[in-house]
């Protein structure tokens, strides 16, 4: 390359968290029937993959107990992914005995996080999802992973790209190759982003790569451009940037799906999503919850809103 150019993708597809990761950590949990109402806004935006809840102990996360309900009231659309988080294999059995045909295995890249919290090592815990993979096939489900703590853990701060690696093996030896790498704790930046993205792309080719960032500190676009720099071409986000952060009450959530999908448009890479029915269900979401949205967009509007309204402002002039 003589000069310094960056191919750009035409096209990057955003995934819908907010029902799921977004809602887990709100105090004010929607009835059904809004999460309802919720999930059809975001299909009506034009986004394809939807993770609607999870099916966790309801004990445990009380604000996905009704996961199972949400599925069975839900009308599926064809062409939409909707897919579920699940712990093990009694989740795989609930999401399947719900109607999904999609879902989301996880576990945690580092170590120390994973034997504080489940007193197992992560290789061991994803050799473990062997009979969720033997009920998959049987069922026609299809299954994911997701690496939290990829980036920062609470525990060991930067975790060592080998352990991530580990991990990542492990579902690829059980025949799982979506993989989302996800920044569960906001401690990604864009140089570690690139950095891994590029190198598991090159170690991994038969693995489709989705990034999951949380903009705890402010991050978050700028990770989800380096991603793009370093070939990812699949993201999460959650409406009006819910979510909050379990180790640091009142920070930020989830990157909002609106300022993701804003920034890409403004790129000119498409989307496919309707970005004023995504701002819509963003307020929607904000009123359910009873906070205000965590959104950039939101408070500011459009970049071709403030166009207009300068235009306008001239011409009354
Ligand atoms: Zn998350």
Request: include cysteine; aromatic fraction near 6%.
């Given at each position: 390359m003589?000069?310094m150019?960056?191919?750009w993708?035409e096209k990057v597809?955003?995934c819908?968290?907010?029902?799921?990761?977004?809602?887990?950590?709100?105090?004010t949990i929607?009835s059904?029937?809004?999460k309802l109402e919720?999930?059809n806004s975001?299909?009506a935006s034009g986004?394809?993959?939807?993770?609607?809840g999870a099916?966790v102990?309801?004990?445990?996360?009380?604000q996905?107990?009704?996961?199972d309900?949400?599925?069975?009231?839900m009308k599926?659309?064809?062409?939409?992914e909707y897919?579920?988080?699940?712990?093990n294999?009694?989740g795989?059995?609930?999401?399947?005995?719900?109607?999904?045909?999609?879902?989301?295995?996880t576990?945690?890249?580092s170590e120390?996080?994973?034997l504080?919290?489940?007193?197992?090592t992560?290789?061991?815990m994803?050799?473990?999802f062997a009979d969720?993979?033997?009920?998959?096939a049987?069922?026609?489900m299809?299954?994911?992973?997701a690496?939290?703590?990829?980036?920062?853990?609470?525990f060991?701060g930067?975790?060592?790209?080998e352990?991530?690696?580990n991990?990542?093996?492990s579902?690829?030896?059980l025949?799982?190759?979506?993989?989302?790498?996800?920044?569960?704790?906001?401690m990604?930046?864009p140089?570690q982003?690139?950095?891994l993205?590029?190198?598991m792309?090159?170690?991994f080719p038969e693995?489709?790569?989705?990034?999951h960032?949380h903009?705890?500190?402010?991050m978050?676009?700028?990770n989800?451009?380096?991603a793009?720099?370093?070939g990812v071409?699949?993201?999460?986000?959650?409406f009006?940037?819910l979510g909050g952060?379990?180790?640091?009450p009142?920070?930020?959530?989830?990157?909002?799906?609106e300022?993701?999908?804003?920034m890409?448009h403004e790129m000119?890479?498409?989307?496919?999503?309707d970005?004023?029915?995504?701002?819509?269900?963003?307020?929607m979401?904000?009123?359910?919850?009873g906070h205000?949205?965590?959104s950039?967009?939101?408070?500011?509007?459009?970049?071709q809103?403030?166009?207009k309204?300068?235009?306008?402002?001239?011409?009354n002039k």
């Amino acid at each position: 390359m003589d000069k310094m150019t960056l191919a750009w993708p035409e096209k990057v597809t955003f995934c819908e968290v907010g029902l799921r990761d977004g809602l887990q950590n709100e105090k004010t949990i929607p009835s059904v029937e809004q999460k309802l109402e919720l999930l059809n806004s975001v299909v009506a935006s034009g986004v394809k993959i939807i993770e609607v809840g999870a099916f966790v102990h309801p004990k445990a996360v009380p604000q996905m107990a009704d996961t199972d309900a949400l599925c069975r009231a839900m009308k599926k659309v064809d062409g939409v992914e909707y897919r579920a988080l699940v712990p093990n294999i009694k989740g795989v059995q609930r999401a399947f005995d719900a109607g999904l045909t999609k879902a989301k295995l996880t576990v945690s890249a580092s170590e120390a996080h994973c034997l504080a919290n489940f007193n197992s090592t992560p290789v061991k815990m994803v050799e473990g999802f062997a009979d969720c993979v033997e009920f998959a096939a049987k069922n026609n489900m299809v299954l994911s992973g997701a690496i939290s703590t990829s980036f920062g853990c609470p525990f060991i701060g930067k975790v060592p790209v080998e352990m991530v690696e580990n991990a990542v093996r492990s579902f690829v030896k059980l025949g799982i190759t979506e993989l989302s790498l996800s920044d569960t704790t906001g401690m990604a930046n864009p140089r570690q982003v690139f950095d891994l993205g590029t190198h598991m792309i090159r170690a991994f080719p038969e693995v489709q790569w989705v990034m999951h960032f949380h903009n705890t500190r402010d991050m978050a676009l700028a990770n989800i451009v380096t991603a793009i720099q370093a070939g990812v071409r699949l993201f999460d986000g959650a409406f009006a940037g819910l979510g909050g952060c379990p180790f640091a009450p009142g920070a930020s959530g989830n990157v909002a799906s609106e300022d993701v999908i804003h920034m890409l448009h403004e790129m000119g890479i498409e989307t496919g999503v309707d970005l004023l029915k995504a701002m819509d269900t963003a307020r929607m979401a904000a009123r359910f919850v009873g906070h205000e949205a965590g959104s950039a967009v939101l408070k500011a509007g459009r970049c071709q809103d403030l166009v207009k309204e300068k235009a306008k402002a001239q011409n009354n002039k």
